[in-house]
């Protein structure tokens, strides 16, 4: 995955904003939390590059747990998210999306030993692309996959796991024709899916949107809306 696509628009991360008390250690990975595991109910989001520090990524967790899930945000990167400076290519080399899905998993577990009935991952871009080998496993009980970068054919003819795939118009990762083509393998696989495409927004658009863009912000409020109702469907 390479491209200025990716790179675009990256959010104002920040430290120290009064949510210290709201991160745990979930499967090893220091992560931000929202919501009571007493629901039962867990959701874990991945992050794009950008990582789990990322304030509107931290918002959806909120709006997620607000409807009653336990949300998981993990910081896959270990201290070491991607920033504009650095090569993409050198970065990527270092945070492997295998190496994700094997950190994904040992959250899961981990959830799932503290009483969690049902897990759901969404994951963004980068995110999304370890979401598609984590749902190989069939661990979880639903998947999204928000505007991902290029997802290995292997990874989908082995999914196992209902995913709904939401993605972006202009995408050089995931173009609207190959996010289609998902889609019908994983029908003719029959695993439940649910395939969207958001008109006139561009990849990233659902965690890093600009909040003066009104048809891009309606667009990512749409898609967080499809995403919970994936989960609210799947999560019992």
Not at 133 to 160: F, N, Q, R, W
Request: with cysteine; proline share 6%.
């Amino acid at each position: 995955m390479s491209g200025p696509q990716c790179c675009e628009n990256p959010p104002a991360v920040f430290s120290g904003s009064g949510q210290d008390d709201r991160i745990e250690v979930i499967g090893g990975l220091t992560s931000y939390t929202a919501g009571s595991l007493a629901s039962k109910l867990a959701v874990v989001l991945i992050a794009d590059i950008y990582g789990y520090e990322a304030p509107k990524l931290r918002q959806i967790a909120d709006k997620v747990a607000a409807t009653g899930f336990y949300v998981v945000v993990p910081d896959f990167f270990y201290g070491d998210p991607y920033v504009p400076e650095t090569p993409l290519s050198t970065w990527l080399h270092n945070h492997q999306p295998v190496k994700g899905c094997e950190d994904a998993r040992k959250v899961v577990a981990d959830l799932k030993s503290k009483g969690a009935s049902a897990v759901g991952v969404a994951g963004f871009c980068w995110g999304g692309m370890t979401v598609s080998k984590l749902s190989t496993y069939g661990e979880t009980e639903a998947a999204v996959i928000l505007h991902p970068g290029p997802l290995s054919d292997d990874d989908i003819h082995a999914t196992k796991v209902p995913t709904a795939i939401l993605g972006a118009e202009i995408d050089e990762y995931s173009p609207p024709e190959k996010i289609k083509k998902i889609g019908e393998i994983l029908t003719a696989k029959s695993v439940d899916n649910f395939v969207k495409i958001y008109p006139g927004v561009v990849h990233g658009w659902t965690v890093r949107y600009k909040d003066d863009d009104e048809h891009v912000v309606k667009c990512a409020m749409e898609a967080h809306a499809d995403m919970l109702n994936w989960f609210t469907k799947y999560l019992k």
